[in-house]
Every structure is written in structure tokens, then in C-alpha cells.
């Protein structure tokens, strides 16, 4: 572990000599291994506290000095942190070149045009961040590019502003018709990537900071499937088509367990014990232990030869097109509005409720029919992963009819 501490050494001079004073030095110790940095300042010991790691108040012009070595600190301090986030080693000799060469490195920043950074930031984030979160990331940046073509105009970090706000959001939604919620996830990735390059000193324009330059994100009201309906899917007889068999108990099993699409591949026998499957997810990288309901066990059961006992997976897109059939072929016909904003453009499509199944429709379902079975919230968030009841509310897509009844529910039981 790097430590930092500053140390009093007499030079060879000071020795001579007899001196009082000897020179500040700041020591770093990282792996056993040891360099120093010079403050360049000399002090008598006896106005030096060690504790306390600053000159005492007896001393003429302390407050001054404290800053001084203080700002001293903490430069080194970035570097190895800076060095630590990305991944990298923070080894003696790399951490006195970095700091060595620091003018230099902080003209090289302010070379960095907008797009070149967010290159530099995506490749170090490949580290941390998931193959998905790197998609995301790279889907927005096209969008800037785009608008960027369209408004004839180089974005840099001196344009990042409200103008560029509101005409960004003009052609997202009023050129490309595309809806709100996804102009305010590119923003919101903007904003991430501002941030970072404002902390690191490569961007000066704080035009994002204002209370305007928002996040829009509206509530969409998304279907999740009634353990009615999902219990018509599974008694569906889909021997005559292997794919949407395999697709369909996929589907029930992401139903009964509330993880991602994405985790579901991962799934292998030594994550199962003592009748919970405990995995780390992929999006979140944390654990979750999931219950295995008997809808779950049924399944791994009826796979029980395949290297994870369940079936196997197909992409993303190939499984929604399939799962829509499997709706219409049980009838879920219920007619579902669907209401967004393209702007201040407000758009209402009806759909059949089959229309509107996707894998991430497991996921709601699992966390809406856990809650309706009186399932408490946080034994539920818990199991999905969710940080926040914000986020996770938005996941219980229940009536206001199914609401009135859980109420009713609840007060019988406690009559």
C-alpha cells in the first residue's frame, strides 16, 4: 500500500555545519520501496510537528508553509490515484517521473481535444466498466458526432454549453424523432465524462455545472407479465419448435430469478448451493444469492445435461422477436398505451401487450410479483441488486387496480 509522510533530513552541508535546520522531505513508500520528494524548504525540528505532519504555530508564517506542503502532498497524492483508477502500478520510480514531468504532462492535456479524451477515457474505463457500459458509451458519442454533421459545428470543451444543450436537443428529438429519455442518457453520459475531465484538469468550461444542462429522464410505463400469464407461457407445448422451447424456459427462469440477460450465460453449477444460485453480476459487478423458486428448479432440472443446466442462449435481439411470438401465440392481447415525449412532442401508440415483451420484461417481473406476493422491498432489492428504492421502484409496474386490491389485501390481514 502507498503511503506518503513528510520527514526531516539533514544534508550533508547541514551536518558540517552543525545546523538547526534540516530539509522537509516528502517520503513515499510503496511496496518496501522508498523515494522522496524535496519541498525545497529547511525548518528547525523544534517547529516541526511530526503527528500532525505541519509546522507548529510558533512558527513565523505557518499558515503559508502548511499550504505550500500541503499542495505538495497532494499533487503526489493525484498521481498515485490517478495511476491506481486506471489500473496501473504506482511504483516509485513512475510516480517521481510523473511528478518530475508534471508541466509537461499538463501542457500535453490541454492538447486534448473533446473527442481524443473521451478515447483515452473509454480505453481506461474498459477496465472497470462492463462491455455493455462501453457500448452505451460509444452509441452517445456517435450521437454527437451526428450532430456535429447535421449542425455543422466541432464540438470542444469550449462549446459544451446551453446553446449547444438546447440545439442538441432540438435535433435528437425533433431531427432524429427519437424520445426524451434517450437524449437524457447521452447527456447524462456527457456529463460523466465532463466531470472526470474537469477533476483531471483537462477541461476548464464548467457550462455543464448549470442547473439547466439536466438529465431527462420521464417514467415510461413498461409492462412486466402477471404470474397468470407467465404460468400460460410455461403450459404452453412448444415441442414442435426447439428455439422458442428453449427461449421460453430462458425467459421463465430470468421470470423466477430477476437477473439480467446478460447473466444468464454466466450461470454455472458451482454458483448453486444449499438451494441458491449466488452470482456476480455482470453490470453491477457485486453479488446477489437468489432463492431458487420451483419454477427455477424445474428448469435447471429439465437441463440438467447442459454445462449450466439451462438452455442455450441467443443474442439479444433474436430472443425479443422470438418471445413476441410466444405472447401472441398465448393470447396476451390486453391493449397496453404507450405515452412518450420527442421533445414537446407528446407520442400515444397502442400496442398489444405481446408487442411489448423483451427479455428485460423478466427482470420487471420477477421484481413487480415478488412485491405483490408481499415480498418486503429491500429482501427484494437485495436479490436484484438495486442501490436505491428510486431505482428500484421504477421496476414495480403494477395498476392502480392491482394497488387498491394489494391495499385491501394487506388491511384484511391486519384486521
Given at each position: 500500500?502507498?503511503?506518503?509522510?513528510?520527514?526531516?533530513?539533514?544534508?550533508?552541508?547541514?551536518?558540517?555545519?552543525?545546523?538547526?535546520?534540516?530539509?522537509?522531505?516528502?517520503?513515499?513508500?510503496?511496496?518496501?520501496?522508498?523515494?522522496?520528494?524535496?519541498?525545497?524548504?529547511?525548518?528547525?525540528?523544534?517547529?516541526?510537528?511530526?503527528?500532525?505532519?505541519?509546522?507548529?504555530?510558533?512558527?513565523?508564517?505557518?499558515?503559508?508553509?502548511?499550504?505550500?506542503?500541503?499542495?505538495?502532498?497532494?499533487?503526489?497524492?493525484?498521481?498515485?490515484?490517478?495511476?491506481?483508477?486506471?489500473?496501473?502500478?504506482?511504483?516509485?520510480?513512475?510516480?517521481?517521473?510523473?511528478?518530475?514531468?508534471?508541466k509537461?504532462?499538463?501542457?500535453?492535456?490541454?492538447?486534448?481535444?473533446?473527442?481524443?479524451?473521451?478515447?483515452?477515457?473509454?480505453?481506461?474505463?474498459?477496465k472497470?466498466?462492463s462491455?455493455?457500459?462501453?457500448?452505451?458509451?460509444?452509441?452517445?458519442?456517435?450521437?454527437?458526432?451526428?450532430y456535429?454533421?447535421?449542425?455543422?459545428?466541432?464540438?470542444?470543451?469550449?462549446?459544451?454549453?446551453?446553446?449547444f444543450?438546447?440545439?442538441?436537443l432540438?435535433?435528437y428529438t425533433g431531427?432524429?424523432?427519437l424520445?426524451?429519455?434517450?437524449?437524457?442518457?447521452?447527456?447524462?453520459?456527457?456529463?460523466?465524462?465532463?466531470?472526470?475531465?474537469?477533476?483531471k484538469?483537462?477541461?476548464?468550461?464548467?457550462?455543464?455545472?448549470?442547473?439547466?444542462?439536466?438529465?431527462?429522464?420521464?417514467?415510461?410505463?413498461?409492462?412486466?407479465?402477471?404470474?397468470?400469464?407467465?404460468?400460460?407461457?410455461?403450459?404452453?407445448?412448444?415441442?414442435?419448435?426447439a428455439?422458442?422451447?428453449r427461449?421460453?424456459?430462458l425467459?421463465?427462469?430470468?421470470?423466477?430469478?430477476?437477473?439480467?440477460?446478460?447473466?444468464?450465460?454466466?450461470?454455472?453449477?458451482?454458483?448453486?448451493?444449499?438451494?441458491?444460485?449466488?452470482?456476480?453480476?455482470?453490470k453491477?459487478?457485486e453479488?446477489?444469492?437468489?432463492?431458487?423458486?420451483?419454477?427455477?428448479?424445474?428448469?435447471?432440472?429439465?437441463?440438467?445435461d447442459?454445462?449450466?443446466?439451462?438452455?442455450?442462449?441467443?443474442?439479444?435481439?433474436?430472443?425479443?422477436?422470438?418471445?413476441?411470438?410466444?405472447?401472441?401465440?398465448?393470447?396476451?392481447d390486453?391493449?397496453?398505451l404507450?405515452?412518450?415525449?420527442?421533445?414537446?412532442?407528446?407520442?400515444?401508440?397502442?400496442?398489444?401487450?405481446?408487442?411489448?415483451?423483451?427479455?428485460?420484461?423478466?427482470?420487471r417481473?420477477?421484481?413487480?410479483?415478488?412485491?405483490?406476493?408481499?415480498?418486503?422491498?429491500?429482501?427484494?432489492?437485495?436479490?436484484?441488486?438495486?442501490?436505491?428504492?428510486k431505482?428500484?421502484?421504477?421496476?414495480?409496474?403494477?395498476?392502480?387496480?392491482?394497488?387498491?386490491?394489494?391495499m385491501?389485501?394487506?388491511?384484511?390481514?391486519?384486521?
Amino acid at each position: 500500500m502507498a503511503t506518503l509522510k513528510f520527514v526531516l533530513n539533514k544534508s550533508q552541508h547541514q551536518r558540517k555545519i552543525k545546523s538547526k535546520e534540516s530539509m522537509l522531505m516528502l517520503r513515499y513508500t510503496h511496496k518496501k520501496e522508498v523515494t522522496y520528494f524535496t519541498a525545497h524548504k529547511n525548518i528547525d525540528e523544534k517547529y516541526w510537528d511530526d503527528k500532525a505532519q505541519q509546522v507548529k504555530r510558533s512558527y513565523s508564517g505557518s499558515d503559508r508553509f502548511n499550504i505550500y506542503i500541503k499542495t505538495i502532498k497532494q499533487k503526489v497524492e493525484d498521481i498515485v490515484n490517478g495511476l491506481l483508477i486506471s489500473g496501473e502500478d504506482p511504483t516509485k520510480d513512475y510516480v517521481k517521473r510523473l511528478y518530475s514531468n508534471g508541466k509537461e504532462l499538463q501542457e500535453k492535456k490541454n492538447q486534448y481535444s473533446f473527442f481524443e479524451y473521451t478515447e483515452v477515457y473509454l480505453e481506461i474505463s474498459k477496465k472497470h466498466k462492463s462491455l455493455g457500459t462501453i457500448k452505451a458509451y460509444k452509441t452517445s458519442l456517435n450521437q454527437l458526432k451526428k450532430y456535429e454533421k447535421y449542425a455543422k459545428v466541432k464540438l470542444d470543451w469550449h462549446n459544451i454549453d446551453m446553446n449547444f444543450y438546447y440545439d442538441f436537443l432540438d435535433f435528437y428529438t425533433g431531427v432524429q424523432g427519437l424520445t426524451n429519455n434517450g437524449f437524457g442518457k447521452v447527456i447524462k453520459i456527457i456529463k460523466v465524462i465532463l466531470n472526470d475531465a474537469t477533476e483531471k484538469g483537462f477541461n476548464s468550461n464548467n457550462a455543464f455545472h448549470h442547473k439547466n444542462f439536466k438529465t431527462i429522464k420521464e417514467e415510461v410505463n413498461n409492462i412486466y407479465l402477471s404470474e397468470e400469464e407467465l404460468e400460460a407461457i410455461i403450459n404452453l407445448d412448444l415441442k414442435k419448435s426447439a428455439v422458442l422451447e428453449r427461449v421460453r424456459d430462458l425467459f421463465v427462469f430470468g421470470c423466477y430469478t430477476g437477473l439480467r440477460f446478460s447473466d444468464f450465460s454466466q450461470v454455472k453449477p458451482e454458483h448453486i448451493a444449499d438451494n441458491k444460485l449466488r452470482i456476480k453480476t455482470i453490470k453491477t459487478d457485486e453479488w446477489v444469492t437468489i432463492p431458487l423458486l420451483d419454477q427455477v428448479k424445474v428448469i435447471m432440472e429439465k437441463y440438467k445435461d447442459q454445462p449450466n443446466s439451462l438452455p442455450k442462449s441467443c443474442v439479444n435481439q433474436t430472443m425479443n422477436r422470438h418471445l413476441k411470438e410466444i405472447g401472441s401465440l398465448v393470447g396476451i392481447d390486453e391493449k397496453v398505451l404507450k405515452i412518450r415525449n420527442k421533445g414537446k412532442e407528446r407520442i400515444e401508440e397502442s400496442y398489444s401487450k405481446w408487442e411489448l415483451i423483451c427479455t428485460h420484461t423478466a427482470r420487471r417481473s420477477f421484481a413487480t410479483n415478488m412485491f405483490k406476493r408481499g415480498v418486503p422491498t429491500r429482501v427484494i432489492m437485495q436479490i436484484t441488486g438495486h442501490r436505491t428504492e428510486k431505482a428500484f421502484s421504477s421496476y414495480i409496474k403494477i395498476s392502480q387496480e392491482e394497488n387498491a386490491d394489494l391495499m385491501l389485501k394487506y388491511l384484511d390481514k391486519s384486521a
